[in-house]
């Protein structure tokens, strides 16, 4: 995908390499989870943190029987031990709670600090540490602390690393392109809002679950809001020329995108519509949608 004159956010996740392992910071190693895709990019990161021979470890990947060797050896190699303290999960998309038995199997049980998804934790709900909004989790030179920000997930996490000023971002900001805003637990005014509350934490970094490192924080995350603002734009032009159904839209706006991604790219324009009609500002009928020249008033 390249940078076209509608889009603000450049990159993307296909074809980006990154290694299977690597020192993201004193604190922080990076373990792929082994399920490259156009939408995992090189994988789901999993991380070690904290300086101790039993750091935490930040979410499980998806469950491929390649990550468990590779998560063990770089705890040998990299803080000197084979074991780890506890669980820390950002959200319960399989992606990243797919791993959890063979952890389990590997480590033995250990508290996992997550905010429960009923239906979607799976295999982990029984064994869930209950975390949300400022929950902290301590280990050896890491302190990690809950944000909630939901909108790509209702259950979704950001756990802000206080050693670093930095913050895990899960799917909330990836380190290449940008994320999907899902009709199942997904939410684009929750997610507008949760971004804006990282900005306005001025982070120095984040650690994406998708990609490399972002050092530019703040600047990513403005991009990100920026990105979302001009879709909607777009979006109201569309439906403004007559364009009511969401594959006529996608067709317009994301002519730079390769064909393959219009389903997903679909999904997002349908998070916006939905936004949109909760706000007033746009009705549906069946498959159509319409824009509303103002947002409707109710009467004292």
Known sequence: MTQGPGRVVQGAMIGLKMPDIDVWSERVVTVLGQNPGPFTGPGTNTFLVGTSAKPLLLDLGQGQPAWLPLLEQALHEHRGGSDIEAVVITHAHPDHIGGFEDARRRFGERPLYKLPWPGMDGATSAS????????????????????????????????????????????????????????????????LRSLKRLLELAPSVLYPAHGPPVRDACGRIAAYIAHRELREQQIIAALRAGQALVVDMVAGIYADVPVFLHPAAAVSVGSHLRKLEREGRAARDGESWSVLASPPTTAD
């Open 128 to 191: 869930i540490t209950l975390a949300g909004e400022g929950t902290v989790v301590e280990t050896e030179g890491a302190t990690l602390r809950a944000i909630h920000t939901p909108g790509h997930a209702e259950d979704h996490l950001c756990w802000w690393l206080e050693e670093e000023r930095a913050v895990f971002t899960g799917d909330v900001v990836l380190g290449a392109g940008t994320t999907i805003i899902p009709e199942h637990g997904g939410d684009l005014l929750d997610y």
